[in-house]
């Protein structure tokens, strides 16, 4: 591991010369936000954070204490810089705009402040998901339209794992790089540099408990990841089953080890669960930078427009070989 590379070192040496240091300047607000919100994490069993605060978000899921703490940390910290005209959240039906006495700077920032809420209280890994776009016209910038761009179109994703360490993995689209928190030094050290997805996979992760919701074409899939040879489908490979049920750590673990993550459509959900802006989205960016990619089951999840913030997109992402499997599948007759 290269000793005491700071992430803020790293982004300020990999930052394109051109660059006026905005968005390292975001980047290291957001890495700022997570060092708080894994102070919170790591003590959510001792202070009064744990639990429900009894309200509902957009999605109608309950909001964990922890959702919202996490969810205003990191609007307060990014709201006044100057570098973000206007953000996202999973956490708030409408767009987050700037304050009127704070100057709006250049990126919009869309972000899943915690995700995995259904682990909180059971000390299990959660994540943070967070994506970064250019405002479409610099004039009228902090409109939706700065938002709701495709993936392709990000400057900058990545996420935050607050597990048995707290990692932050990101991308700027040269490569992905993963950083440890040292809590004693309170600074994310270079630890995973250029992060490439290995070959062959290791591990699927689905939540097998749907199966007899999904259709004939995903249950075939399901059986094949799962080892069953299928008529007219290649020899199944040999892949061990890993499901967290936070997309941020079933993601990095198949990251690190190779596999693939699917939350199909269902037959009455055809949409599936995972929302397209602030999770499949910017993990599809990262997953391109590894080597991987990510598919609804028809295209690349990198390259769909998103028409309204908290819109959901069935999701099949890691292993290049392993999606392309599904997409075959899920378009057979
Ligand atoms: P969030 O906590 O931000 O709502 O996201 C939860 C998502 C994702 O993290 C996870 O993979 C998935 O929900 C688990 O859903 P199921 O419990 O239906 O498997
Ligand atoms: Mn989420
Ligand atoms: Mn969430």
């Given at each position: 591991m290269n000793k005491f590379v700071t992430i803020e070192r790293f982004i300020l040496d990999n930052q394109?010369?051109?660059?006026?240091?905005e968005l390292t300047s975001l980047l290291y607000d957001i890495a700022l936000a997570a060092k708080i919100i894994s102070y919170k994490v790591n003590r959510a069993g001792l202070?009064?954070?744990?639990?429900?605060?009894?309200s509902t978000n957009i999605q109608g899921e309950d909001q964990q204490k922890l959702d919202v703490f996490a969810d205003r940390i990191i609007f307060q910290l990014c709201?006044?810089?100057?570098?973000?005209?206007v953000m996202a959240s999973e956490e708030h039906k409408e767009l987050l705009h700037i304050p009127t006495h704070y100057e709006k700077g250049n990126y919009a920032l869309v972000y899943d402040?915690?995700?995995?809420?259904?682990n909180i209280d059971v000390n299990v890994n959660i994540g943070t998901i967070f994506g970064i776009y250019r405002a479409k016209n610099w004039e009228e910038r902090g409109r939706k339209e700065d938002v709701l761009q495709?993936?392709?179109?990000?400057v900058a994703a990545g996420y935050v794992l607050y597990g048995s360490s707290t990692m932050m993995v990101y991308s700027t689209g040269q490569g992905v790089h993963g950083f440890t928190l040292d809590p004693e030094l309170g600074e994310f050290l270079l630890s995973h540099q250029d992060i490439r997805l290995p070959e062959p996979p290791a591990y699927y992760s689905i939540n097998a408990s749907y199966y007899h919701y999904w259709t004939p074409q995903m249950k075939a899939y399901a059986d094949w990841l799962q080892g069953h040879e299928v008529a007219n489908a290649p020899k199944p490979l040999k892949l061990s089953a890993r499901y967290i049920g936070s997309l941020v750590a079933d993601f990095h673990r198949n990251l690190l080890c190779g596999g693939i993550f699917a939350y199909p459509a269902e037959v009455n959900k055809p949409?599936?669960?995972?929302?397209?802006?602030?999770?499949a989205g910017p993990l599809s960016f990262l997953i391109e930078q590894a080597g991987g990619r990510a598919s609804n089951g028809r295209e690349n999840i990198i390259d769909i427009q998103p028409t309204t913030l908290h819109q959901r997109t069935p999701i099949f992402i890691g292993n290049s070989y392993l999606v392309e499997q599904a997409e075959k599948f899920l378009q057979r007759m």
């Open positions: 394109p010369q051109t660059a006026k240091g202070q009064d954070i744990l639990g429900r605060v009894g709201d006044h810089p100057g570098r973000v005209c402040p915690l995700d995995g809420s259904s495709p993936a392709r179109a990000l949409e599936g669960k995972i929302r397209l802006l602030y999770e």
